[in-house]
């Protein structure tokens, strides 16, 4: 099998979820495409793993690694969905602003460090 | 081509077709499902790969575990069933997104022809790379270690999932009322 065939799937699979993460607006949906980027990156590593004829399957290995730390980084970025739905009511991601600078509001600092309000 | 090709090939593109789904289908949960049909046909390129027990990790973890989850997380946001205008961005974030997107993959993808144009993958030979034995003698010698570390990091993400989501423990106004 040419080793191209799984390299490009996988770099196809990783340009879509970039796509979803950077488009989607519902944190949920975000999430997803999340999980397909780590998904292309283990497609890569057992490739290269399968690839390099590795003895200590160091690819493989990393890729349970990996699935570890994806449903770790699902179970707490849900339950921060979910405590965020709680509070606010919404899943919006662009409605979450509190932390945002407001138009034509910056604070600056000056030399000795106290903010001034322009 | 022979029969692994085109079967790894048949499964890419149904992987890849579904994935595009994942991002751009507008019902919530259609979304869960296609990826499931992503994450599963995944599984198969795994096999294929003679990696049986990264495999059936993915069906079990990934197809099992991840997307009840995520499901469950849509039904406890109050999810709208059907169709709803409001998951993408406007057109224009839909549009730098699709760029840069495409941008990368353009990039990747040149990158990768020029590096690994003319490797192979060497498949079917005595041994089995990935079945359990073999994973299993390598995980618990050489990646024993870094395979502890990861039961604690699973732990902290347990507790810390519970304490965010229980209401009577923790500090804050927020978690009182």
Redesign the interface.
């Known amino acids: ?9 996988s ?16 944190a ?2 975000v ?3 999340v ?2 980027m780590l ?1 292309a990156v ?2 890569n590593l ?2 290269f ?3 390099l ?1 590795d003895e ?3 690819g ?2 990393f ?3 990996v ?10 970025g ?6 965020v ?1 709680r ?1 606010r009511e919404t ?2 991601l ?1 409605r979450l602003d509190d932390l945002h600078d407001p138009a034509g509001r910056h604070e600056a600092h000056d030399a000795d460090g106290s903010a001034v309000r322009r | 081509m022979s029969l692994v090709e085109a079967l790894f090939g048949l499964l890419g593109l149904v992987a890849l077709g579904s994935a595009v789904l994942v991002v751009t289908t507008r019902q919530l949960v259609h979304a869960a499902l296609w990826l499931v049909v992503t994450l599963g046909s995944i599984a198969g390129c795994y096999l294929l790969l003679s990696a049986e027990f990264v495999a059936w990790v993915q069906v079990l973890i990934y197809v099992g575990a991840v997307v009840v989850l995520l499901l469950f997380g849509l039904m406890l946001t109050q999810a709208p069933i059907g169709v709803s205008a409001d998951l993408d961005g406007p057109p224009m974030q839909r549009v730098a997104a699709a760029v840069v997107a495409l941008g990368l993959a353009g990039i990747v993808v040149v990158a990768a022809v020029e590096a690994f144009g003319g490797e192979r993958i060497r498949l079917g030979d005595d041994r089995v790379a990935g079945s359990s034995a073999s994973a299993g003698a390598a995980l618990f010698r050489a990646w024993v270690l870094p395979f502890e570390v990861l039961s604690v990091l699973l732990l902290a993400a347990l507790v810390g999932a519970i304490v965010l989501s229980r209401r009577d423990i923790g500090g804050g106004e927020g978690a009182r009322d």
């Open positions: 099998m040419p080793l191209l065939m799984p390299v490009l799937l770099s196809l699979l990783f340009c879509i979820g970039i796509y979803g993460v950077l488009a989607r607006r519902n949920i949906l999430l997803m495409a999980e397909l998904n283990n497609v057992v490739a793993d399968v690839w004829r200590l399957l160091a493989q290995v890729t349970l690694f699935i570890t730390i994806a449903a770790a980084e699902v179970g707490l849900l339950a921060i969905i979910l405590l739905f509070n899943t919006q662009d």
